[in-house]
């Protein structure tokens, strides 16, 4: 029996269609995340706190993420140009840049979440040390420790025939990937998200019961709970799609063209999780709101204060 082309199949038509719109979300996300980024940084010095120095880094990285990857599969792939494909410099060079990144995005939410696990037990020492300088400090301790974990992709990802993919029979793959890919980029990130959600809605009842939280407080608190919860639950599913993908045996076209559909579900999910946080924002922050209105009327009708 004849197998149907890939280009024809059901499932590679869908994948197609949906890297389509992962190109439209990823569009939406750079704007977003550049609105979170200058916003963000035009915030009067009453609200500039530890907490939204973190939202303007996490910006850049989730701007940077939806760029990249957006660039490269909701635009050129539907084209039908594989820029990793090209040589081998790129198939490295993409792959790295992309693993650095996303790793990035997900690592700054979890600063995010100890940032506040940090100001709810210890406050004394909150006042002391958190601050944007000391926050700009541990961002580029963690920004360095990522890029130096991301580097063995240089040497796993490699250029054969025109085909860009992982070496899986050289040394100590399966050591860095179980360990690296899956344990550092899911795993721990997770587990250290879903920790501190439980102590800071413990904090949160605990606020309500007694009432002595303040506004913003509170605010903030529930913010990151939002964040947190939509971190957590796209990143368990694209892991999980990214498990059963490494699994996956495409030895048929039509096998072959459900790995391209996963691929692409796969993608949105990162897409939307890098996303979102701005309507988080705009909704949950009354300073950010007002900061980001008045930036906007600035820069349209040239009426700054």
């Given at each position: 029996?004849?197998?149907?082309p890939?280009?024809?199949q ?6 197609h ?10 569009s939406?996300?750079?704007v977003?995340n550049?609105?979170?980024?200058i916003t963000c940084r035009?915030l009067d010095?009453?609200?500039k706190?530890?907490f939204t ?9 989730d701007g940077l993420?939806c ?9 050129l ?5 594989h ?7 790129l198939c ?13 995005s997900i690592f700054?939410?979890?600063?995010l979440?100890c940032e506040?696990?940090?100001s709810?037990?210890f406050?004394?020492?909150y006042?002391?040390?958190a601050?944007i ?10 920004s360095l420790?990522?890029?130096?974990t ?8 490699r250029w ?12 100590y793959?399966d050591m860095?990937?179980?360990g690296?890919?899956y344990?550092l ?8 998200v ?5 102590i800071?809605?413990k904090?949160l009842?605990?606020?309500s ?6 506004g ?24 999980l799609i990214s498990?059963?993908s490494?699994?996956y ?6 096998r072959?063209?459900?790995?391209y559909?996963?691929?692409a ?15 988080f924002?705009?909704i949950?922050?009354?300073?950010f ?5 008045k ?11």
């Open positions: 029996m004849t197998e149907i890939l280009e024809l059901p499932r590679f038509v869908q994948a269609y949906l890297n389509i719109v992962n190109g439209a979300i990823s939406i996300g750079v977003f550049i609105f979170s980024f035009n010095a009453k609200h706190t530890s120095a973190i939202m303007q880094i996490l910006a850049f990285w993420s760029a990249n990857l957006g660039i490269r599969t909701g635009i792939r539907p084209m039908g140009i820029i990793q494909h090209k040589n081998d410099v490295r060079g993409t792959w790295f840049l992309f693993t650095v990144v996303f790793r990035e700054f939410v979890v600063l979440t506040r696990v940090f709810i037990k406050p004394v020492l006042k002391k040390y601050n300088k000391n926050v700009y400090k541990t961002g580029l301790l963690l420790f990522i890029f130096a991301s580097l063995p992709h240089l040497y796993y990802m054969n025939d025109g085909i860009c993919k992982v070496e899986n029979d050289l040394p793959y860095y990937y179980i690296s890919h344990i980029s899911f795993v721990v990130p997770a587990v250290i879903l920790l501190g959600n439980i800071i809605i904090a009842l605990q606020w019961k007694r009432r002595s939280s303040t913003l407080e509170f605010r903030v608190a529930s913010l990151l709970l939002a964040i947190s919860f939509t971190f957590l639950t796209l990143l368990f599913g694209s892991s498990v059963y490494a699994n045996k495409a030895d048929t076209t039509e072959l063209a459900t790995l559909l996963l691929y579900v796969h993608n949105n999910l990162c897409f939307i999780n890098n996303s979102v946080n701005f309507i924002y705009i949950s922050t009354k300073s709101r007002e900061t980001f209105i930036t906007i009327t600035c820069r349209i009708y040239k009426k700054c204060s």
